[in-house]
């Protein structure tokens, strides 16, 4: 398909729309989904704020794959990828449909890459565990985007921009992760209380720093940045959401930074909306 058959596709499955902001949302816990404290709130705030989307495409750290894929299917199956937890956690269900016409749109926009359609992963954790907060009714359709684990995070970043058409067409594109996530250094003692190691606390203030001057590069080179950012980003997973919302920040654009503390010494909660 040549790029002015794929913009007319485009216009055609997905009317223009108000500009839609994007999110990068530290979902931390998997029991964030279940308790009741201050992170969770502000995610039920943004609902509220937000401009109620068309559809949603999330970026998890839960769903690394070689090479690209989009979630294809009418109704994606809620996922509990986790062990360990209460039963109730495991009961909880989110039957927001998913979008199969988002999917192909996906995979059209970009061309980075050739985007398979996937009918087998659903929602996992790091998708509905912060979604349902926002829209408890399950009624925004929900699609998934991969990490493609073989790529270094320029490639994300990039791969990003390519999706910034779709914030004309309703749809609001989260990130989620937690940009300082070591769970070997966790003290689970402390799991419920505001708690940072030295290295995970200069971490989250020079990433806060970065994002705040508009140092892409930094961030994308964070594996540069000394020894702290080696502890507290010691596998790219959970960061690399956050490269996807950058990638897909206008230099005009404004940020707001909330959720801005760390868990159990070495989970960062810090959270940020571009509009």
Known sequence: MTDLETLRSLNQSLPFTQKMPVLFL???SPMNAIEENEFVASFRQLGKEVIKPKIILCISAHWETKGTKVTAMQNPPTIHDFGGFPQALFDVQYPAPGSPELARVTKQIITKTD?????HWGLDHGAWSVIKHMYPNADVPVIQLSLDYTKPPRYHYELAQQLETLRHKGVLIVGSGNI???????KWDKLNDTYAWDWAEETNEKIKSF???????????????????ALSIPTPEHYLPLIYILGLKDKKESIDL?????VGGS???LSLKVE
């Open 26 to 28: 530290g979902h931390g």
């Open 115 to 119: 985007v398979e359609l996937d009918t």
């Open 180 to 186: 300082v996530h070591n769970l070997r250094k966790v």
């Open 211 to 229: 994002i705040v001057d508009g140092n892409h590069q930094a961030l994308i080179d964070y594996g540069k940045q000394g020894t702290s950012f």
């Open 258 to 262: 909330f959720n801005d503390k760390t």
């Open 267 to 269: 989970i960062g909660m």
